[in-house]
Structures are given as C-alpha cells and as structure tokens.
Nanobody
C-alpha cells in the first residue's frame, strides 16, 4: 500500500508560480510512476502531467506544456509539480497519483493509477 499527501496549493495571482509536493509513504516509491491530475469546478478530472519510474521520461497535457514541470526525488519519497505563468484557467483541485510499474513508460489514463492523494486547491486570481 502507498499513501500520498499533496501540499503546496494556495491562492496566487495570474502570472505567478506555485510548487506542489506529493509525499509518499507505506510502500516502495521507487517502484511507482507518478502522475498529476486536476479537476476544475463543473468539469471532469483531467490529466496534467506524468513522470516515469526513474524520472527519465516526462509528459504534459497541451494546456500546460512550457509552463509546468514535473519531477521526483526518490531519496525523499516525493514528487513535485512546478507551476509557472499560472492563469485563472489553472484553478482546480490538483491530485497526485501513483501506479505500480517496472518499465519506463508514460501513462495518461486515470484508471491505470492505483494510489491517490486527497487533493490540494490551487486558485489563480485575475
């Protein structure tokens, strides 16, 4: 079993930055790949970014390419999402997710992730 806890959300003005953290416990973080998803008010949850087991491969939704950066620190059992140039359209609850894996592939499908955090609110004002 793996437990995930997100932190780092908050209120920021348009054009600002935030860094979200995802702390893992209760399992082997090195054996999992990590993804970030978000859900805005009135919308379905959507894929944001993902990183492979070793951190060697990353992938981003078109809406955040060039603005967001995903990373992981296996020694600290933590994954991160650096968010720059934020806009009001980025306002959402952000969720960290993890999945078991053995290969360096990227997965964007929500149902392929077994472990989920509680979410952290990100609000971007105009």
């Amino acid at each position: 079993q793996v437990q995930l806890v997100e932190s780092g959300g908050g209120l920021v003005q348009a054009g600002g930055s935030l860094r979200l953290s995802c702390a893992a416990s209760g399992g082997s973080f090195s054996r999992t790949a990590v993804g970030w998803f978000r859900q805005a008010p009135g919308k379905e949850r959507e894929f944001v970014s993902a990183i492979s087991l070793s951190g060697g491969s990353t992938y981003y939704a078109d809406s955040v390419k060039g603005r967001f950066t995903i990373s992981r620190d296996t020694a600290k059992n933590t994954a991160y999402l650096q968010m720059d140039s934020l806009t009001p359209e980025d306002t959402a609850v952000y969720y960290c997710a993890a999945r078991r894996g053995i290969f360096e592939n990227i997965e964007t499908r929500e149902y392929q992730y077994q472990y989920w955090g509680q979410g952290t609110q990100v609000t971007v004002s105009s």
